[in-house]
């Protein structure tokens, strides 16, 4: 990074939809804030208040933890513009007219320092036209940057430089967007749409034309368009809902007046239903009516009927659902690439729309090069991180196969561009290869594959080559990351952790200890660390009274985490996404994590019935001692931790973790970038292994006994009569409250964990034999979801 440059104060000119929830994602990346927006009378800054407010409110939230939002400081245009003074970055989100953002520049040029970043978040007007009659300081300062809503969330950041852009504000730009706003940076030309709106967006209009056309409803529709290809369940129609079909129109509009020589977009005709649904103003969620619409009709479970748009009666009625071949293959086959293939050898109608889909989809993105992008990459980067899609265009041509793609454009009665044609050898080629950890793009211009850059610090397991596989067994890979490092990769179903994970990791920490290693880290490249322990497995083992087997397998849970904490060479966990139950106990057990913002942390076995059994009440208990201080008055603490364990918290960013307990600030750390923290986990191994002292298991634990039992039975029973707890979740509560006081001590005194494992053993056992318990883990297995009974 440009180390004469540093951003310290962020200024947001506009505090809309977009413009608030840009603000908090700063403010939760650690950046104090400016929000501005048009004066009011009564209240001047009431707008930029009350926009921020509603932002603030939103779920899922928009900021990683609700205190950072006082890092922001609201005002209006009139009078507070003379603060932008002490921004070292302006951004402008106003509404998308040019005459408005030019004025708005002009106060900005009064006001803001010499040198300071200046942006505009909009997401078509040319970069040309708005920086006309600046200044040269002005210009050479200025860019494009497109953030994707919600920001926090989605983690494309669109840099669009002029001629006249600085070049090192670009590579300054990609480097603090990738390594303090945690995205992935796609540099565009100053083309209509840029890129993930160019290709998104016609994607979604053909998908409205083929969905007319062949007869589907479009809820089918949004199966096939979402899930079946990777996508998020929102699909094409609900998904234009969420957006705004005003919104969708707008940008479709743009492209089609402003992309004359784009023939594949000329030719594509808009179906009657979208200017019957712009005429009468039905945009979706935000007019309550789209293509779906919540009636006062309720279903058997008290829920909203949900009614959809009939494309050809322009009428609204329960979808009438086909059943499609497609989408039952699309549901039975997990892994993408095969089920896309599975698809594309059925027939029906489902079938057909996913082929003429991706046949579009294919045919106008490689048309798009070189005009909006000179990389296939940046294409596929920008469909990932934008729309969230699970691969990009030329990924899903990879997955199925070049020349099944090639016959998909000619079905749909569409060329392929001239260096399409040119491949060579196109009977094996593939857009993206693989060679010394990275991964290799093909480049249309030297007709040759590069690598593709900014690898440096990603470490992506797929690909890793045999001989850097240390060991394995059917749940988990042991891999050789470098400079004397091991890796743990899980390799389970949703990454759970069963028997062969937790044998892997103590053969993991033998094989380093032995072999010489400096240390370990347990990460992932998937979407979710990992779901927790195996509940299945503990399910089976409870149904059918295998007690036996049953503490056999928790002694093993509760020893592996005892391993990881007293091992001979440090071990460093890397999380992202899901990292419940036995995930967060493994977590607290090592000598370290780097989780990334987006990890979401938690203690969920009470909604099995359970209590955590892999040493995490164990885990509690110990930190509760490491806090008490002689003379200080415990209680407040030891309620909050059991009600942590006993109301199953969930911090939904690892920036809450610190307040549940589950992360500690002096051992633990956070990556915005989740494609980065496993690199950082094993940077944190190193540093650790310089002086690393074995540590040896606790006897010092201090507990409560009975005094400490007194208050949380008391505080127990507050929840049931407060109606927040049933009876099978107070007997849970009570065998939690044995374990974080040491049991039914006549007095508080030191125990060893090895005493609370035992304590936590015991109390996980007896409730695996009760029938609610036995219920709970039942109807999680089939319903997904938790049941209070």
Not at 155 to 169: A, G, H, R, V, Y
Not at 405 to 421: D, S
Not at 473 to 482: F, S, V
Request: glycine fraction near 8%; charged fraction near 25%; aromatic fraction near 8%.
């Amino acid at each position: 990074m440009n180390q004469s440059r540093k951003i310290n104060k962020i200024a947001v000119l506009g505090s809309g939809l977009m413009g608030s929830a840009i603000a908090l994602h700063l403010a939760g990346s650690g950046f104090e804030v400016l929000l501005l927006d048009l004066k009011s009378d009564a209240n001047p800054n009431k707008i930029a208040q009350e926009s921020l407010q509603k932002s603030l409110a939103m779920k899922p939230s928009n900021i990683h933890h609700k205190s950072f939002s006082s890092r922001i400081t609201v005002g209006n245009f009139d009078d507070d513009m003379p603060k932008i003074s002490s921004c070292d970055w302006v951004i402008e989100v106003i509404i998308e007219r040019l005459d408005l953002k030019q004025k708005l520049y002009e106060k900005v040029e009064n006001f803001r320092k010499k040198g300071s970043l200046i942006s505009s978040n909009t997401s078509g007007i040319p970069m040309k036209f708005l920086i006309e009659g600046r200044s040269d300081d002005f210009r050479k300062n200025f860019c494009g940057t497109h953030f994707f809503n919600p920001p926090r969330y989605l983690k494309l950041l669109e840099i669009i430089p002029t001629p006249e852009t600085d070049p090192t504000i670009i590579s300054f730009l990609q480097d603090f967007g990738k390594n303090y706003l945690g995205k992935q940076i796609v540099l565009c030309k100053d083309t209509p749409a840029f890129i993930a709106n160019r290709i998104g967006v016609v994607s979604m209009a053909k998908v409205f034309q083929l969905t007319h056309k062949l007869g589907l409803s479009i809820s089918d529709a949004d199966k096939l368009t979402g899930p079946a290809l990777g996508r998020p369940k929102s699909g094409t129609f609900r998904l234009t809902d969420i957006v705004g079909l005003d919104t969708a129109m707008f940008v479709i509009d743009g492209l089609k007046k402003n992309c004359p020589d784009d023939r594949i977009l000329q030719d594509l005709s808009i179906p009657d239903f979208l200017p019957f649904l712009m005429e009468n103003k039905w945009y979706g969620n935000k007019s309550n009516k789209g293509f779906f619409v919540k009636t006062e009709e309720k279903d058997a479970s008290g829920k909203n009927i949900i009614h959809a748009l009939n494309l050809n009666t322009k009428e609204y009625q329960l979808d009438s659902k086909q059943s499609l071949e497609s989408l039952g293959v699309s549901k039975q086959i997990e892994e993408l690439p095969r089920r896309l293939k599975a698809i594309l050898k059925l027939n029906d109608k489902g079938a057909e729309l996913i082929k003429k889909t991706l046949g579009f989809l294919f045919a106008y993105s490689a048309h798009r090069i070189p005009e909006i992008s000179d990389s296939i990459f940046g294409i596929d980067d920008a469909l990932r991180n934008g729309f969230a899609w699970e691969l990009g265009p030329f990924e899903y041509w990879d997955a199925i196969g070049f020349e099944n793609g090639k016959r998909l454009i000619a079905e749909c009665g569409l060329e392929c561009p001239n260096w399409i044609n040119e491949i060579v050898n196109p009977e094996s080629f593939s857009f993206y290869t693989k060679s010394n950890k990275n991964r290799n793009y093909y480049d249309v211009n030297s007709k040759s594959h590069l690598v593709i850059p900014g690898q440096e610090d990603v470490i992506d397991f797929s690909l890793f080559n045999k001989e850097d596989l240390v060991y394995k067994n059917d749940e988990l890979h042991l891999h050789d990351i470098g400079d004397g490092v091991l890796c743990v990769e899980f390799k389970s179903k949703y990454n759970a952790i069963g028997e062969g994970i937790l044998r892997g990791l103590n053969d993991s920490v033998r094989i380093a200890e032995e072999g010489g290693w400096k240390g370990i880290v347990i990460g992932n490249n998937a979407n979710n660390f990992t779901v927790g322990a195996n509940l299945m497995l503990i399910g089976m083992m409870a149904f059918q009274q295998e007690y036996d087997q049953l503490d056999m397998a928790v002694r093993l849970f509760q020893q592996t985490s005892m391993r990881l904490r007293y091992s001979s060479v440090p071990v460093v966990i890397a999380t992202q996404g899901y990292c419940f139950g036995g995930g967060t106990e493994l977590t607290m057990h090592c000598d370290g994590a780097v989780c990334a913002a987006e990890s979401y942390i938690g203690l969920v076995e009470v909604g099995v019935g359970l209590i955590p059994g892999g040493a995490g009440t164990k885990e509690f208990a110990l930190r509760l001692s490491d806090e008490m201080k002689e003379g200080e008055v415990m209680i407040p603490q030891l309620i909050n931790k059991f009600k942590t364990i006993a109301t199953a918290q969930v911090a939904t960013s690892a920036f809450e973790a610190f307040d549940y307990g589950y992360l500690l600030k002096y051992r633990d750390e956070i990556s915005m970038n989740m494609h980065t923290h496993i690199h950082r986990a094993k940077e944190k191994v190193l540093e650790l292994a310089k002086n690393y002292i074995q540590k040896s298991p606790r006897k010092d634990v201090s507990v409560l006994g009975r005094s400490g039992l007194g208050t949380l039975y008391t505080a127990a029973h507050s929840l049931k009569m407060g109606g927040y707890a049933s009876d099978h979740d107070i007997k849970i509560a009570k065998k939690i409250a044995f374990v974080l006081c040491g049991g039914d001590l006549s007095s508080p005194q030191q125990v060893s964990e090895n005493y609370l494992l035992d304590l936590e053993r015991e109390a996980f056992l007896s409730l695996c034999a009760e029938p609610k318990t036995m219920e709970r883990i039942q109807y999680m297995l089939e319903n997904n979801k938790p049941l209070r009974n």
